[in-house]
C-alpha cells in the first residue's frame, strides 16, 4: 500500500493514543531485540520514531494531535528538539502552532543551539521528543533554552515510555507505554547471550518488528 496517498486522502483530524500506537505499528517502529538506549541502559524493545516521520502525511498528522494536547500548557513561541529525533517532530509541532521548530545539537559533547538560531528573552518555549526514557535530553534542551533567556512551558513527545512521572517539567505525550529498562550490569539480556544493539547502526537490522 502506498502510504502516503492513502492518507494523503484524508484530513488532518483527530488522532488518538490507540490511533498513535497503531501507526506506529503499522509502520514497524515497534522493534523488539536487545538495545541500546541513548540513556545507556538496556531493553528488549525500543521504538524507531523514524520509520513513522518517513511519511510525511503521518508526521503532519501525530504534530496535530500533539498540538491540540499541548495548547493546555498554554501560548508557545518556539520549539524546540534535541537532534536528530526531536528535529522532525519540533519542525511539525512548530507547523500546527504557526510557530518556529528549532533543534538543538551536540557540539563536543555538550547541547547547544547553533545554525542561526536563537530564542529571544521572555520566549515561552515547547521542548519536543520523539521519544522519553529518562528525560535527560529534555532536561540538557531546557537548560539550553533557559541559558538563552526563555521560559520553557513544558516537553512535548509522541511516546512517554518512562516507568515513573518523574519530570520537574509538564511532560504531555500520545502514546505512554511502559517497557523495560535494565543498568548494562543488571541487564538478563546481556546474562543470556542475546547481541546487543545500538540503535541506528549497521548491526540494528537484527532486530524484529512487534
Not at 518556539?78 to 504557526?98: F, K, N, Q
Request: hydrophobic share 45%.
Amino acid at each position: 500500500m502506498n502510504v502516503e496517498s492513502e492518507i494523503g486522502r484524508k484530513s488532518v483530524d483527530a488522532l488518538t493514543g490507540d490511533q498513535a500506537l497503531a501507526l506506529l505499528r503499522e509502520t514497524e517502529a515497534l522493534l523488539e531485540g536487545h538495545f541500546l538506549l541513548s540513556s545507556g541502559l538496556h531493553s528488549p524493545r525500543y521504538i524507531q520514531c523514524a520509520r513513522l516521520l518517513q511519511h510525511p502525511a503521518h508526521a503532519a498528522r501525530v504534530g496535530q494531535a500533539l498540538a491540540a494536547k499541548v495548547r493546555a500548557l498554554g501560548a508557545v513561541d518556539a520549539v524546540v528538539g534535541p537532534a536528530l529525533g526531536g528535529i522532525i517532530v519540533a519542525y511539525e509541532l512548530g507547523r500546527a502552532l504557526g510557530v518556529r521548530g528549532l533543534f538543538t545539537e551536540r557540539d563536543q559533547g555538550t547541547m547547544t543551539l547553533r545554525r542561526g538560531f536563537w530564542i529571544a528573552p521572555g520566549e515561552r518555549v515547547l521542548v519536543a521528543e520523539d521519544v522519553v526514557t529518562t528525560g535527560r535530553s529534555s532536561l540538557e534542551v531546557a537548560s539550553v533554552v533557559e541559558a538563552h533567556g526563555g521560559r520553557v512551558v513544558g516537553v512535548a513527545c509522541l511516546v512517554d515510555r518512562r516507568p515513573e512521572d518523574d519530570l520537574a517539567l509538564p511532560l504531555v505525550a500520545l502514546v505512554k507505554m511502559t517497557i523495560a529498562t535494565h543498568p548494562p550490569e543488571a541487564c538478563p539480556l546481556c546474562r543470556g547471550g542475546v547481541p546487543l544493539v545500538k540503535p541506528g547502526s549497521r548491526s540494528g537490522t537484527t532486530a524484529k518488528t512487534c
